[in-house]
């Protein structure tokens, strides 16, 4: 089972490798993980995905919580009450005489070409991870040149931030 870690931090240098390290040691798998800095300056949130059960689950959290620079770590729940996404670039073989497929293509995924050049297209996709898959197979046909993913984010639907549930 996939579990989402909403983590938040302190904006350190170095925080974000102890925490792939410290979960790497422990033999946790890390499916996704992706960090930015917050509406606050001070504050970075990881979005963490691992696989596993409650057990393990629940050994993330409690190692995740010993670090010094961990704020509040929250199980996002899958779902209807969260938002995830993904990003998604996309560098297919595009000669011309095929350019107009492609363009269909990504217009039906309500892509956006992004590069275009005498070889390639460069198509960008923000969606679940399913939807990236599904453009990935259907472009697989015009052939693949290089996939670049940013691994999920996610955000809980409930109106009151992370940050307001720190005690």
Do not use: Y
Request: aromatic share 2%.
């Amino acid at each position: 089972m996939k579990h989402t870690l909403a983590v938040l931090v302190l904006n350190k240098p170095g925080v974000l490798a102890r925490i792939s390290g410290l979960l790497s040691r422990r033999v946790f798998n890390i499916e996704s993980i992706a960090a930015s800095s917050t509406e606050e300056p001070d504050i970075t949130r990881i979005t963490i995905v691992v696989q596993g059960d409650d057990r393990i689950l629940d050994q993330v959290v409690k190692q995740l919580s010993k670090l010094v620079d961990v704020i509040k770590i929250q199980e996002l729940p899958w779902g209807k009450e969260s938002i995830e996404r993904e990003l998604a670039l996309i560098k297919v073989k595009a000669c011309t005489n095929r350019r107009s497929e492609i363009v269909d293509i990504v217009n039906i995924f309500r892509a956006n070409i992004v590069d275009v050049n005498r070889e390639t297209m460069v198509i960008e996709l923000t969606g679940d991870e399913q939807k990236i898959n599904a453009l990935c197979a259907v472009l697989d046909e015009h052939g693949i040149v290089e996939i670049v993913r940013t691994g999920i984010i996610a955000m809980s639907r409930n109106p009151v931030p992370i940050k307001d549930n720190i005690g």
